[in-house]
């Protein structure tokens, strides 16, 4: 069974850009969910889509959005870059929606390291 | 607000020692605490804590949870080389009837010299 796949996974953009990222699930989840991971603030939430609807966001700008297509494959994109967003972005998938819950274990994908110059 | 606070934030060990990492947490609707060891890539799942006292293990690793006091441990015996990685711990908090949200502490990178 095939894991969580993310693309690309390594970028660089520069400051104003912006950037899109996709994630296929694992088979069969249809929960996904976006971090960001950074040194200085470790693994933060961004949002988690199931059945095509934004469930759950975290603290981040509009500058951050994402999507979810009927296929359960989710994107997510940043505009007008900024330095500070350069980071590790980790994409999770479930078969049901809330991280976690009895059970319901996430499963990560290897990341999009996004550097922003 | 909610949050997740781990220490360590780094731990040098030689193989052999044995380890106790350390996660607080402060979280409105505790529901889970789970650990993710994370290598170059993907976290990978290790435990999920539910219950006050009662140590999950697996090998040479074993976490056990407070709900009183708030905290839960990672306990590494035997270190090896391979367990070199950054340990993270998250809580889940419910939001609603079911729908939960992970909050994910800033991990403990582990490193382990032969």
């Known amino acids: 069974k095939a894991g969580v796949t993310q693309t690309p996974r390594y970028l660089i953009k520069t400051r104003g850009q912006q950037v899109t990222l996709s994630c296929s699930p694992i088979?069969?989840?249809?929960?996904v969910s976006w971090y960001q991971q950074t040194p200085g603030q470790g693994l933060q939430f961004l949002f988690e889509y199931f059945s095509e609807t934004q469930r759950n966001k975290g603290n981040f700008p509009g500058r951050f959005s994402g999507r979810q297509f009927s296929n359960s494959r989710s994107e997510m994109n940043v505009s007008t870059l900024e330095l500070g967003d350069s980071a590790l972005y980790l994409c999770a998938s479930s078969p049901r929606p809330g991280q976690g819950f009895s059970g319901n274990t996430i499963y990560f994908g290897e990341g999009s390291w996004l550097t922003v110059v | 607000e909610d949050k997740v606070v781990q220490s360590p934030l780094s731990l040098v060990v030689h193989e052999g020692d044995t380890v106790t990492l350390n996660c607080s947490y402060e979280?409105?609707?505790?529901?889970?605490l789970l650990w993710y060891k994370q290598e170059k890539k993907a976290p990978t799942f290790l435990f999920m804590l539910t219950s006050s006292g009662i140590e999950k293990k697996s090998g040479r690793l074993s976490s056990i949870l407070d709900k009183k006091e708030l905290f839960s441990i990672l306990n590494i015996t035997a270190t090896q080389t391979g367990d070199s990685a950054i340990y993270l711990c998250?809580?889940?908090?419910?939001?609603?009837?079911?729908?939960?949200?992970?909050?994910f502490g800033r991990g403990t990178q582990l490193t382990v010299w032969p």
């Open positions: 998250a809580v889940e908090a419910a939001r609603g009837s079911t729908l939960g949200r992970l909050y």
């Open positions: 979280v409105t609707n505790f529901r889970s």
């Open positions: 088979s069969g989840h249809r929960s």
